[in-house]
């Protein structure tokens, strides 16, 4: 059996946006908000999904917009920084703070990177 990809545990915190200087809380939904959802940019802490275990900590932004038939939206980050890039979920369920659909659509129309 292979080792689970993703962390949750002690992951799921509030934050200030890096990029934006939003207050952003954390999801109630048993997963982790890793993105503002206000502008959709992120912070590169992770490794795996989850892990904290990158030492870059530089500002993502959202680059691209992908729909998969399993995850729904799903945000493409690149890291400022290093260039690392990730996937992250879109929280568009989310009661207390969504994302922002209209970023989203303005994300859908820049040409894939």
Not at 48 to 73: F, H, I, N, T, Y
Not at 74 to 97: E, Y
């Amino acid at each position: 059996m292979s080792a689970r990809r993703f962390t949750v545990q002690g992951t799921n915190n509030a934050f200030v946006c890096a990029h934006c200087g939003a207050q952003v809380q954390p999801l109630r939904n048993g997963s982790v908000r890793n993105h503002c959802p206000a502008c959709l940019h992120s912070r590169h802490v992770d490794v795996q999904p989850g892990d904290r275990a990158s030492d870059c900590g530089g500002v993502m932004a959202p680059v691209g917009l992908e729909q998969s038939g399993k995850k729904g939206w799903v945000i493409v980050h690149r890291c400022l920084k290093c260039g690392f890039a990730g996937r992250n979920r879109a929280a568009l369920d989310d009661p207390a703070q969504p994302d922002s659909w209209d970023v989203m659509v303005a994300l859908s129309r820049r040409p894939p990177v």
